[in-house]
């Protein structure tokens, strides 16, 4: 069979009988990938908004988790600081303690003595009151 000459010289006539420079098949196959191609850009597009909507999304929790840790942060701290000042204030409460046994003991000897002086005083009296 003998090729068309038009064929030959790359000319083709498509299936509305026009003059064409393409091959029909050519024709169509670059009509599909033109047409997956604008499929795959929009689908490019749609997972763009999605890996944006993550992003975000992501961007939020890692503030939410930077609040909470610092408010951790405060929190622990402000144990500590607690804690310190229970400590301080066992230590002066100790050494009030310390202090109010020491004032107790120098009362009690006090009192003996004053006991000794009222019992003296009072075999002075005596004494006197039978001499008389």
């Known amino acids: 069979m003998a090729k068309d000459p038009l064929a030959e010289a790359g000319l083709h006539f498509d299936e509305l009988n026009k003059l064409r420079v393409l091959d029909p098949e050519v024709g169509q196959k670059t009509t599909e990938l033109k ?41 622990r701290n402000l144990l500590k600081s607690v804690a310190k000042q229970r400590e301080a204030q066992q230590m002066q409460l100790q050494a009030l303690i310390a202090e109010k046994k020491m004032q107790l003991e120098r009362y009690r000897i006090e009192y003996e003595a004053l006991s000794k002086v009222e019992a003296e005083q009072s075999e002075f009296i005596d004494q006197f009151i039978l001499q008389k």
């Open 35 to 75: 047409e997956e191609c604008k499929e795959f850009v929009d689908k490019i597009g749609q997972f763009q908004k999605i890996v944006g909507g993550l992003i975000e999304l992501v961007d939020e929790l890692a503030k939410e988790a930077e609040t909470e840790k610092m408010k951790a942060i405060g929190a």
